[in-house]
């Protein structure tokens, strides 16, 4: 999946083309709509917490550094004097998978506090009222949802980042 981003001047615009993704057999749980706080989104998704913070990417960047830590220090357990060879691997497994699950879970929280840095792109935009709005879709989609948008606003430009998404959107 592909997460694109477009930034839509009004509701009535916003419903329109969410109603043609709907039509175009994009499910509504890979819709997502920005606005500015207090607007009310009426009947559109709006996004989650997922969407609105860096908490994916923190995740994955701390499974990668805690991993890589905890298995730092299973190699230094290991190099002490009493270690055995057949201990030494399940001291590696331990540290490293703590080191993992340790490290995701602290950067999980830091990334829930910050916001996604996608987003900031757009932060002006939507503070001056206009909608942002994310669609997960195939890659082979793309341009087929490109031109579909393009047809409710002709001068928008889609911008396609994150060719990964979460499974739990």
């Known amino acids: 999946m592909r997460r694109i981003y477009f930034l839509v001047p009004d509701i009535n615009v916003t419903k329109k083309i969410v109603d043609e ?53 299973g190699l230094v357990a290991v190099a002490l004097p009493p270690a055995s060879t057949v201990i030494a691997g399940g001291v590696l497994l331990a540290t490293g998978l703590a080191g993992a699950g340790v ?36 890659p082979d989609r793309v341009n087929e949802i490109e031109a579909l948008i393009k047809q409710h606003i002709p001068q928008v430009e889609v911008e396609q980042t994150e060719p990964r998404v979460p499974a739990f959107p």
């Open 21 to 73: 993704l709907l039509l175009a057999r994009v499910e509504e749980k890979h819709i997502h709509v920005i606005a500015k706080r207090g607007t009310p989104l009426e009947d559109l998704p709006e996004a989650n917490l997922l969407q609105k913070s860096d908490f994916v990417p923190a995740v994955e960047q701390g499974i990668a550094l805690g991993g890589a830590t905890g298995l730092l220090a």
């Open 103 to 138: 490290g995701a879970w602290l950067s999980g929280m830091v990334g829930m506090s910050i916001g996604n840095r996608r987003i900031k792109e757009f932060e002006d935009a939507i503070e001056a009222g206009e909608f942002l709005v994310l669609a997960d879709v195939a």
